[in-house]
């Protein structure tokens, strides 16, 4: 980072001299943890036009699970501009033990996450779009959630991947079949809140060992979305979704809700990634079409 930005990010947060130390920062930000004699925090830098407003969406959805009052998020210290680069400047959450108490608690507030909503919206999406990861997510709402699945999550992705030569004809065809299919496995459930990335990179443990989520792409869903991500790289503790399951219980189903939700994430990583996720995507359409 040049001297000339971190003498506006130092002025931003009134710390005089501190430390920026490089961390990582996932597959499209620069990171920094900042050190002063006061506080650290967790600084994330982007193109400011390479991805438009991609911290303030963040920023936005960071709010919004804080509105919630349900789960933790870090505190926002200060989200802005500075000449080409947009900046969001977050408390530092310093990391603890993932005790099986920190899994149930995780498990049991993820579950009052997504009922959090009761009563409230009942249309799917958001009043504003994000992204996820680095691609612009469409939340347009709409009030039922195959349609929206299918209009706004899916259809993006493979517009994208046929543009890229990612998908062929007879991958297309599959699709077409499978989003015939969809209703008989998805029935009439109230939208619910959702972080929107929830995989394994996206969530804290803190040092009294709390569940912190990061890196929102949120809108209102359905929590199949939230919970197949959970288990598309790895899964987490059985703890976790025991508590789940105990305060918002999950239907009989679950494991095929969570399964096609993953679609999405598979398209949104073969469109950044490659045809290495093609394979995993195939497979999920052939097994329910």
Known sequence: MDLGLQQFISNQLSIGDARFISIGGGSINDSYRIESPQFNF????NSAKKFPGLFEKEKNGLDFLRS???IRVPGIVWCGVFDDKQILILEWIEQGPRTD???KKFG???????????????MYGFHENNYMGALPQDNTPLNNWVDFFIERRL??????????????????????????????????ERPAALHGDLWSGNYLCSGNSEPVLIDPAVYYGHRSMDLGMTK???????????????????PK???????????????????????GYLGSIVSILKSYT
């Not at 994208?160 to 009439?188: H, M, S, V, Y």
């Open 42 to 45: 967790f600084c994330k830098l």
């Open 101 to 103: 108490a920190f899994w």
């Open 108 to 122: 049991r507030e993820l579950a009052a996450l997504h009922s959090s909503n009761r009563p409230g919206p009942t």
């Open 68 to 70: 919630t009052g349900t």
């Open 232 to 250: 598309l790289f790895g899964g987490f503790d059985e703890a976790f979704y025991e508590a789940y399951d105990y305060h918002f219980p999950l």
């Open 253 to 275: 189903n679950a494991d095929e809700q969570e399964n096609i939700c993953n679609l999405y994430p598979l398209l949104i990583h073969l469109n950044l990634f490659g045809s």
């Open 155 to 188: 259809k993006p992705q493979i517009t994208l991947a046929l543009k890229n030569g990612l998908l062929a004809q007879n991958e297309l065809n599959l699709f077409e079949q499978f989003c015939k299919r969809l209703d008989i496995f998805f029935p009439t």
